[in-house]
């Protein structure tokens, strides 16, 4: 999810769901190491709980990262062993850490030394001709003789030579089961399914036999989704957060931000995709998408798009 979420976002899923485990964009150990450290790993309170993603293959600057981020308050440190981005190709990190289970582990002992959070690991089950059956469990092994306890499995090989990283998204075939049979023979491990999961139907047929689901693009692209998560993945008793309700709470979030010199569109930008499939969606994007961009634009912008959505959802007489 580079370049997508952020911290706007973060606050955005969060006012959606108070018990989802929100994680940040994969930041590199060069950028958290010497970039603008605050600007990158600040985030609210309300973003709890909260797990920093970080990308790197040197175990030194992971574990110097992994303290940072301890330091910062982040809920867990997570190392990203799956993104096919063409950047992580050229510095050695990301799925192409798959060929190397044995600096991974090197790298999560590292991290696992410098912080009381718990150190977790996000990967595929491989990578261009690796057998998946092999290079998932010596990865998962590895790293659990290490001391990490819970994975995320994006259930696709990478392919990282001759695929972009939009198709390493949806060419390789899937294959759930594969990470089914990781949780049975390692049942003592945390076990979480990510990829292909394209909502709360699809995520929630995996959990009587896996420990968690993690849904990314489709969070993203549809976020109102993440208004029933509560109810229907912790508590049942829990109430569904309507997009009405998710936004009305959002706006003092939205003000704070705009007081401290934020522009709209970096916040607006988030929510496009809020009110999918009901009347009025259309209205929403676009007035979101064209009028935050304006000087000086604020709140009312927002509440603009509300009032269409609303209007577009008045029963017609007939």
Not at 92 to 100: D, I, N, S, V, Y
Not at 134 to 141: N, W
Not at 184 to 203: H, I, M, Y
Request: glycine share 8%; net charge negative; proline share 6%.
């Amino acid at each position: 999810m580079m370049d997508w979420t952020d911290r706007h976002c973060r606050a955005f899923h969060r006012v959606l769901t108070a018990r989802a485990l929100l994680y940040t964009e994969m930041l590199t150990t060069g950028a958290v190491l010497h970039g603008d450290t605050k600007r990158l790993l600040a985030f609210g309170p309300t973003e709890h709980p909260v797990a920093l993603q970080l990308g790197g293959a040197d175990p030194t600057a992971l574990g110097q990262a992994a303290r940072i981020g301890d330091a910062f308050g982040y809920d867990e440190i997570n190392l990203n062993v799956g993104c096919p981005s063409d950047r992580v190709q050229s510095g050695r990190f990301g799925a192409c850490l798959m060929r190397e289970p044995e600096l991974v582990a090197d790298c999560v002992a590292a991290m696992i030394e410098a912080t009381s959070k718990p150190v977790t690991v996000k990967c595929r089950i491989g990578v261009d001709d690796q057998d998946p059956e092999h290079s998932l469990f010596d990865l998962v092994d590895r790293c659990a003789a290490a001391g990490v306890q819970v994975f995320i499995v994006h259930a696709r090989k990478a392919w990282l030579e001759g695929l972009s990283p939009k198709q390493n998204r949806d060419v390789p075939p899937l294959d759930y089961a594969l990470v089914h049979r990781l949780k049975r023979e390692r049942p003592g491990l945390t076990v979480v399914l990510n990829g292909g999961l394209d909502g709360l139907d699809s995520a929630e047929a995996h959990l009587e036999a896996l420990d968690g689901v993690m849904l990314g693009r489709a969070a993203y692209h549809d976020p109102g989704l993440l208004g029933c998560v509560d109810r229907r993945m912790f508590n049942p008793a829990a109430p569904d957060v309507t997009p009405e309700q998710a936004v009305r709470r959002y706006l003092p979030y939205v003000q704070d931000e705009l007081d401290l010199g934020t522009r709209l569109q970096a916040i607006t930008r988030h929510m496009l995709g809020l009110f999918q499939g009901r009347p009025g969606a259309r209205a929403w994007r676009r007035i979101l998408t064209v009028d935050s961009h304006a000087p000086g634009a604020g709140v009312e912008v927002i509440e603009r798009a509300l009032a269409v959505v609303a209007e577009a959802a008045r029963p017609r007489p007939s």
